[in-house]
């Protein structure tokens, strides 16, 4: 029979004195407390592992800090663990992993890794522009939510707030941004399932807008108030260099000289600045190259064609021409992005092959199959198509008259 043990009492516990080595005072079924050379005394668990077989232990805590009742308290949690066939030290670590799983991978933490992946994907505006909405509409009231937690109701009230404002585009893109954080997450193996794939139906659906942009008939307005305006000569040719080489505002206004090879005449924008991150290549009409030359005629010590003018290290800010168009009166009726689509409706309108206008545009044409096995960007044939284009503006910079669109 084996030796009874006395539970021990909180006097028996203070009256206990430290000796040259450990000493172990026993409380009964695994709970003992240990009393150390320097006078330390804590509480340790004894069991017989599930797992390995063989006897282990694991520390609570130290008292007085740990009472007696509460150092019984755990034992007792932890008997029962043994019971069930669960070691209950691994069953501590796996908690605390869980736990700190919960702390590290929140909504901003994952936002952020997904964020790295994204990079290689878009440009750096626009990388910049959803982060930045992140931290405008979402962060605020989510960053620190833990992403296994994240539900519908969480972010549809979140994002209440941005329709309140009458920013349903805004919302919109916010959702879609959300989604992909949400099935990078689902795919990281840190969520089963993505509770916000459906939160648009919460939500007002917004009027689709188209950008805006002059007819083709007006095109002669722009160029006649673009030749009178009261604006910065790079400013007005940037906006030419814009209108000519049918690119985005911010392709145009970071060209960089490097980039040019005047005597193939061609300009080859680097796919990490293109906004589908596909190298695109652009022909040089003999307008262009003129543009070039007023700004090479103007150059600074600067790698851009179009440099900032408070700091040359840096490009012209891709709203300069925005910003330009609006003092010259065309506010609600034209954005430098609707330059591009003047040149695509007169292209179009012209009967130019549908083709060759949305190569020049660096829209991706067909579907992934199509463009695996069509590499090209038809950039010969579209010497032709880009020189009809310059003559056309030319044209209409000579003329205040609505001019008439002919192939």
Request: proline letters at 5%.
């Amino acid at each position: 029979m084996g030796r009874r043990v006395v539970p021990l009492t909180d006097k028996k516990v203070k009256s206990l004195k430290p000796a040259g080595k450990e000493t172990i005072a026993s409380d009964g079924k695994g709970l003992q407390l240990r009393i150390m050379p320097n006078g330390t005394k804590s509480w340790r668990f004894v069991y017989k592992s599930p797992a390995t077989g063989k006897r282990s232990n694991m520390t609570l805590g130290k008292y007085p800090e740990l009472s007696i009742a509460n150092a019984r308290k755990i034992a007792e949690g932890h008997r029962e663990l043994v019971a069930l066939d669960i070691d209950p030290k691994l069953h501590k670590q796996a908690e605390k992993e869980k736990t700190e799983a919960i702390h590290q991978h929140t909504l901003f933490n994952v936002s952020q890794q997904w964020m790295e992946q994204k990079k290689s994907e878009v440009t750096e505006d626009y990388a910049k522009d959803i982060w930045r909405s992140f931290e405008l509409h979402v962060f605020p009231s989510l960053s620190s939510q833990p992403i296994s937690m994240i539900t519908a109701q969480s972010v549809i009230k979140t994002l209440k707030v941005v329709e309140a404002k009458g920013s349903l585009e805004t919302l919109k893109r916010l959702s879609q941004r959300l989604n992909e954080v949400m099935i990078y997450a689902m795919h990281s193996g840190l969520i089963e399932a993505n509770p916000i794939s459906n939160i648009l139906a919460a939500f007002k659906k917004p009027q689709k807008q188209h950008m805006k942009a002059l007819e083709p008939q007006e095109l002669p307005e722009l160029m006649t108030t673009l030749a009178e305006a009261s604006i910065k000569r790079s400013t007005r040719c940037l906006i030419k260099f814009q209108l000519h080489t049918m690119t985005r505002p911010n392709e145009a206004a970071g060209a960089k000289w490097s980039e040019f090879d005047l005597d193939n005449r061609v300009w080859t924008i680097p796919s990490e600045r293109m906004k589908k991150r596909k190298e695109h290549r652009v022909p040089l009409t003999e307008e262009v190259i003129r543009l070039l030359s007023i700004m090479d005629s103007m150059k600074v010590n600067s790698e851009y064609v179009f440099p900032s003018i408070k700091d040359p290290k840096k490009p012209m800010h891709s709203q300069t021409a925005n910003m330009a168009l609006k003092r010259m009166g065309f506010g609600g009726r034209l954005v430098s992005h609707g330059l591009r689509s003047i040149a695509s409706s007169t292209l179009n309108e012209a009967g130019h092959d549908y083709f060759l206008i949305e190569a020049s545009l660096a829209h991706l044409i067909g579907s992934d199959t199509h463009r695996a096995y069509s590499r090209t960007d038809y950039l010969e044939r579209r010497r032709e198509l880009m020189d009809w284009w310059s003559t056309h503006i030319v044209n209409a910079s000579s003329t205040k008259v609505p001019l008439a669109i002919v192939a």
